[in-house]
């Protein structure tokens, strides 16, 4: 699925009528024929119900306008509501509501109406059987106040459910946030493209089922003016899973150094080299401290190394032995952020380049200290580096508070990447892959059963073990990890529900993702 921010879709839609030469009211045609399409589907109104249509005055208002013509048409009782007079509505719009007119007996225009009065006015209409949202469409360009705000708050009241034309009015489409107040759907019908915004929180909840129109932007137009997103999910992953040549050794599908696991996190690393090691790696080499290594040894296939002390100090020849030996490294689950983890973490920043995860105690490391940040990003300049921030991990990253960073998601991941050029997995429930020369992922899998401590080591594991199988291609390998991890999720969520998704029961179910997707 392609993602774009509103300004883009505008982009699009402008270029297909100026440049292609489709009409605007062909467009406009087209999505509300699509949004009849859902609505029919999914509402499954009883014949000759009462369907309210509630339109601001741009191009979001015509298109509930076109869609009220066509109910009609087919038998329903539209009752089509007006913001402001038809006279402020674009040309295309215009040439809709003067059909609308000849058609439609219940019309209602809430023009020289102030919040109360757009209130009234809207409470003394019979009731509905669903209303549809066509308020505000990509052209939101301000937070919803009021008159717009009572009307979204009518809707937000009606026992009937809403059907968003486009997105819910009062969503940014490019951030997913709120802009003053927004309408509740339960199902929304995005035109062209969806947006980037509207697979992010908060907005993924105001959405409900979001069903993408085809709106015919030829494929050229899409292309000059450019994709910025994919949704990472079942669709995306489809062919992605290259099969393993028949010659393949242990030796040859990924030899991954794990560092971490220090005591008391012991678990967090043989949590990420089980990742690893379900993630298909051929050898595994924990490298941790005594307690640490006693962890890992619960899992037999795993070889863990002590290249810590029983005191806590680094062994540094331990380290550079199990280096030599790993082509993959993953550091930070369990490390720990003392002087014996920096020593870690900077032998590992600079000793022979290999493709590197950066987690958790790694990535709090990278935050406080300077000099580390610089080496991280020397290594970024000659192998592929993966970094797997929660938005806690990133807001220290970028020194702003969290809510600075949820506030834009998108727009933090983008900053951390133009200080290091890698691969940034911001992890969440809507987790963004970036890196500098690729569109972004937004992962649509996942569940907030993985709501569990554990589970992002069980990613950065996965991750080591991806990027081996795609050494050319960083940030497909992340995303592709990213992708897995959620459908194993979602996978344990069906099997023992949303409170026993643990770690545990994510790695069991990882077996038939890879069956279900494996070339
Ligand atoms: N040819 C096209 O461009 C197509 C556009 N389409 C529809 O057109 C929509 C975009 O149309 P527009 O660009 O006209 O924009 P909208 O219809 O989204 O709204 C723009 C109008 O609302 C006002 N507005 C913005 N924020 C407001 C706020 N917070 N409170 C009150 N008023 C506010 C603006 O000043 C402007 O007058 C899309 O969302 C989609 O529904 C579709 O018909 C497909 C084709
Ligand atoms: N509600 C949710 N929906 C989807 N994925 C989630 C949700 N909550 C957590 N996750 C996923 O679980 C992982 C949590 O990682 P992280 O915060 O690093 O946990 P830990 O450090 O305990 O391993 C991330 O990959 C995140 O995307
Ligand atoms: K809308």
Redesign the pocket.
Known sequence: MHLVTPESMREMDRRTIEAIGVPAEVLMERAARGALDVLLTHFRPSPGARIGVLCGMGNNGGDGVALATMLDHLGYHPVLVLMGTPERFGPEAQRFHKVAENLIGDRHQLNGLDAAGVRHALSSLPPCQLWCDALLGTGLDRPVEGRFASAVKFLNEQPAPVFALDTPSGLDGRTGQVLGICTQAEVTATFGFPKIGQLLDPARGFIGMLCPIDIGIPARVRDAVGVEAFALDADWLKGKIPARPTHAHKGSVGKVALIGGRAPTTG?LTMAARGALLGGAGLIFPGTDPQGALSARTIAELMPRPIFGDAGELHADALSQLLDKSDTLVIGPGLGTDQAARQALRHCLTATPRPTVID?DALTLLAQNRDLFQAACDLAACVPVVL?P?PGELARLLDRSVDEVLSDTVAATRELLARISAVIVH???A?VVAASDSPLGL?RT???G????????V?SGLIAASLNDHPDNPWQAAAIA?CV??LA?DAARKKVGTRATTPGALLDELGGVWRRFEA
């Open positions: 967090a958790a797997t929660h992890k969440s429930a987790t992962n996942g569940n907030p993985m709501a569990t401590g554990g589970m992002g080591d990613l990213v991890h959620g999720g």
